[in-house]
Nanobody, 124 residues
């Protein structure tokens, strides 16, 4: 499975961005897809994840109420809508996928397939 992340950019605090993660290749309906981010000098951290089987989602505490993960099955694309962005959201964002699972995780070592990163910069 190949993943292609896009949609990053530079915005002012309070602004919004929508990241996209397009998947290519064979996947099943029991798939977990997640967004991670990594700021310079910091470890990669889980932002949000979704289980395609039942639509269950999970978010890290600092983005709850601001970020929303969603999926367009027809387009094989997962989105991360990011609102009310803060400077601390600045990072390279990655999407990741794991097949044949019933849940999802915000642990990066849980995922087997990764897309390339897309830079998000929040600055005035």
């Amino acid at each position: 499975v190949q993943l292609q992340a896009s949609g990053g950019g530079m915005v002012q605090p309070g602004g919004s961005l929508r990241l996209s993660c397009a998947t290519a290749g064979r996947t099943s309906e029991r798939v977990a897809i997640a967004w991670f981010r990594q700021a310079p000098g910091q470890e990669r951290e889980g932002v949000s994840c979704m289980t395609t089987r039942n639509g269950d989602t999970s978010y890290r505490e600092s983005v709850k109420g601001r970020f929303t993960i969603s999926r367009d099955q027809a387009k094989s694309t997962v989105y991360l809508q990011m609102n009310d962005l803060k400077p601390e959201d600045t990072a390279v964002y990655y999407c990741a996928l794991r097949k044949l699972v019933y849940g999802c995780s915000l642990r990066p070592d849980w995922y087997a397939s990764w897309g390339q990163g897309t830079q998000v910069t929040v600055s005035s």
